[in-house]
């Protein structure tokens, strides 16, 4: 298999510092790009957008921890075993997660938003600013599993 050196652009700082499943959307954080590798003309014109699409590395999930095969989400047996690549755990083989966040601002090489499911200190691989075009097309079709499980993520409750 292909191997890949990915430097982080930069890391997220503030938020939750626990990767809990649920209540992620009132989250609030900052990326904060390398000021080695990056001046902040990096970030201009990104405040235009509502969205941001954030890559990042899920760094603290072990080797053990990585799934290769099937599980229960969540472990939850009334739920179907399904493939880690039909499933959005942080357990992954390739330690990649993808959040679609609230842009709220920008700041030299800090941009601030809501929403987004890393933990602080999250190295942070790329933003990608959300546009219509790159949305899907068509329907969006799911298990009956895969929305119930998002019933809570999303929740505005961050106690």
């Not at 739920?79 to 390739?94: D, E, L, S």
């Amino acid at each position: 298999m292909d191997v890949f050196e990915i430097e982080a652009v930069g890391r997220v700082i503030g938020g939750r510092t626990e990767p809990e499943d649920d209540d992620w959307g009132a989250s609030r954080a900052s990326i904060e790009l390398d000021p080695a590798r990056f001046g902040p003309e990096a970030l201009i014109g990104l405040d235009q957008f509502s969205h941001a699409e954030i890559v990042f590395v899920f760094d603290r999930v072990g080797g053990e921890e990585i799934t290769l095969d099937a599980r229960h989400p969540r472990g939850r047996r009334d739920w179907p075993r399904v493939g880690i690549f039909a499933q959005r755990g942080k357990n992954r083989p390739g330690r990649i997660g993808v959040s679609v966040c609230r842009i709220l601002g920008v700041d030299g090489l800090s941009l601030s938003v809501e929403g987004l499911d890393a933990i602080d200190g999250t190295p942070v691989l790329d933003i990608k600013p959300v546009m219509s075009g790159f949305q899907p097309r068509g329907d969006i079709v799911e298990p009956d599993w895969a929305r119930e499980i998002m019933t809570t993520y999303w929740s505005l409750d961050v106690t």
